[in-house]
């Protein structure tokens, strides 16, 4: 028999609470291995593709200008889905989430240099970086409401904290990676190495979303939820009979004087 995991009035078999876990793990995985090779394109190879008439190291400092770009949309990014996560819930949230971080980052692979396009280039940069730091946003605090409202009482605090060893996990992976790209020719490196951990993101985003979209839906948002629908039903009961008995008290005859 599979266990279950008791909150409130509602239950999750240990099974759904694995996966939700792994789910917010890769989730948070892939948010923080986006920003790291983000941080080490900046460094290493966006000047020279992306802003090549700059002085290299104006050229640098405006590379990781954009990379602090991705942090000013993500409290926006907190904010907005924060409150779609308790109006829809949050499966729909975290869904939504990890295909904008890793769609955005994927493009940043296909993305072509200032050469190719010119001026375009930067702009479509920043705007990739901005929907990265959108998405991420809320990732990391929605995964771990979720993974708190599906755990035991007694044990929220410890398996909310899981996701945060995807921080860990996604910069280490990403560090990993362009460890093995520096190996390549620097040719090869500055004309398509680099964008191969970019594209091949979209590996981990894939399985991610096909976690997420398996999932049910947190247990205490759907006991939230009933109990709201039972309020306003209960609200629209009592004024429906509130209207009754106005409308039978006014057609009842006056008694004579």
């Not at 975290?94 to 493009?107: F, K, N, R």
């Not at 992976?173 to 951990?197: D, F, H, I, N, Y």
């Amino acid at each position: 028999m599979t266990a279950t995991i008791q909150i409130g009035a509602t239950q999750r078999s240990s099974k759904d609470l694995i996966r939700t876990a792994v789910s917010g793990w890769l989730g948070t995985a892939m948010e923080y291995m986006d920003f790291q090779l983000y941080s080490l394109a900046a460094a290493i190879i966006f000047p020279k593709i992306f802003f090549p008439n700059f002085d290299p190291a104006v050229g640098l400092l405006v590379a990781f200008i954009t990379y602090g770009v991705g942090f000013l949309a993500r409290p926006v990014g907190a904010w907005f889905f924060g409150r779609m996560g308790d109006r829809v819930g949050r499966k729909k949230v975290l869904v939504i989430t990890i295909m904008m971080m890793g769609v955005s980052t994927m493009l940043i692979g296909f993305l072509p240099g200032y050469a190719q396009i010119g001026l375009a280039a930067p702009i479509l940069l920043v705007v990739l970086r901005l929907a990265q730091g959108f998405g991420a946003g809320a990732e990391l605090s929605g995964a771990s409401v979720m993974l708190a409202e599906y755990a035991p009482p007694k044990k929220r605090g410890l398996i909310a904290s899981f996701v945060c060893l995807g921080t860990n996990s996604g910069t280490l992976l990403a560090s990993g990676l362009w460890v093995l790209l520096t190996l390549l020719p620097e040719e090869a490196l500055m004309s398509w190495g680099w964008r191969l951990p970019f594209i091949a993101s979209i590996g981990i985003t894939l399985y991610a979303l096909w976690m997420r979209r398996n999932l049910k839906e947190s247990p205490v948002f759907e006991a939230t939820r009933e109990q709201e629908i039972a309020d306003a039903a209960a609200a629209a009961a009592s004024a429906a009979n509130s209207t009754a008995a106005v409308g039978q008290s006014a057609a009842q005859p006056a008694a004579p004087s």
